[in-house]
Nanobody
């Protein structure tokens, strides 16, 4: 059974940092592209970042470039999203996901986590 379980969401002040984790079970993560998404209330889901498998290429949304960093620990079958210099506009539910491809292009994400709430507010 495939499961993606996120954690790390919290209430943080503007300018603060958080690290989200996503533990994957049911398959080996290292062969697949991984991504993080977010959805704020009343807004469409936003593609935050994708990390390819073999090439290690990353694709960040302009809104998070320079502030967010995606990574993976294949030994732990876990992906991470380090978020720095957080802004109120980053408030959303964050989801991790994987797709059946080495690459970020092509194929839809087919496995999703349940989401973790990130709130940036003073």
């Amino acid at each position: 059974q495939v499961q993606l379980v996120e954690s790390g969401g919290d209430l943080v002040q503007p300018g603060g940092s958080l690290r989200l984790s996503c533990v994957v079970s049911g398959f080996t993560l290292d062969r697949y592209a991984i991504g993080w998404f977010r959805q704020a209330p009343g807004k469409v889901r936003e593609d935050v970042v994708c990390l390819s498998s073999t090439e290690g290429k990353t694709y960040y949304a302009d809104s998070v470039k320079g502030r967010f960093t995606i990574s993976r620990d294949n030994a732990k079958n876990t992906m991470y999203l380090q978020m720095n210099t957080l802004k109120p506009g980053d408030t959303a539910v964050y989801y991790c996901a994987t797709k059946p491809s080495y690459y970020c292009s092509g194929y839809a994400y087919n496995y999703w986590g349940q989401g973790t709430q990130v709130t940036v507010s003073s």
